[in-house]
Structure formats: C-alpha cells, structure tokens
C-alpha cells in the first residue's frame, strides 16, 4: 500500500512540476505562434518595459508588466509617438493615435493579474 502512495505522490510532483515549468496555469494567449512559457522568458530577459512578442496577422503583439493601467498606457504612448503618431485619445482599452490623416487604435487587454498584452496594427512603422 505504501509503494502505491509513494508511486501516486510521485506523479502528482511530476505532474505539477511539468504545470509550473510550462506556464501551464497561465490562461491562453490571443496568440498562435508563441507560448505562455516563451513569453513570459521574454519578459523576463528584457530590459525594456515593453517586449514585442510576434507578429501575426497584421498585428505586432506586445507584452508590459502591468504596473497599472496608466503606467502601461503611457509606456505605449511613448513607443507609438516615436514613429510619429500623436495621441488623440482613449476610449476602454483602446488608445487613438493619427498621422497624416491616417487612424491608429492600439489595443491593450489585461491577460492576468501582472500582464498586459498590446495589439497594434503593422502600419505604426509607415
């Protein structure tokens, strides 16, 4: 009886070993070509306050450490303006940027508790 408790104990430690290691716990990512686990070890191997994951789809994905929303706001206001785009304004998770008559709405949605992940459209860059 005792060899079948210590075999079940066993595998549960794998189990939650092989959960923790993945990132496994985390909740899915809007994002097909990166996982949790590649994530947040970008994150944490960055210097930088915002990490740009991938792009996909026409869209650049980008990650901040949520601090709190103004904060993360402002750090995308930083990084969209250096391309020349000006902030008009916010409406919900949606940040409005225009240059040259063209329109940018960058959006931002809490992905857990300490993340904030950043979709922009690839036209930042024109």
Known sequence: MKKVL???GLIFIFVGVFVFHNKLYYPP???ENVSK???IEKLNNSEQQIVKL???N???WHIITKRDQS???EIIKNMVSQ????FKQQDGSG???EKKGENLIVTTQKWTANYVLVKIPTIINE
């Open 95 to 97: 940040l409005f940027f």
């Open 83 to 86: 391309n020349g785009w000006i």
């Open 6 to 8: 210590v075999g079940i």
């Open 37 to 39: 686990k590649e994530v």
């Open 29 to 31: 990512l809007p994002i």
């Open 54 to 56: 991938s792009n996909e």
């Open 58 to 60: 026409s869209l650049e």
């Open 71 to 73: 904060a993360a706001n």
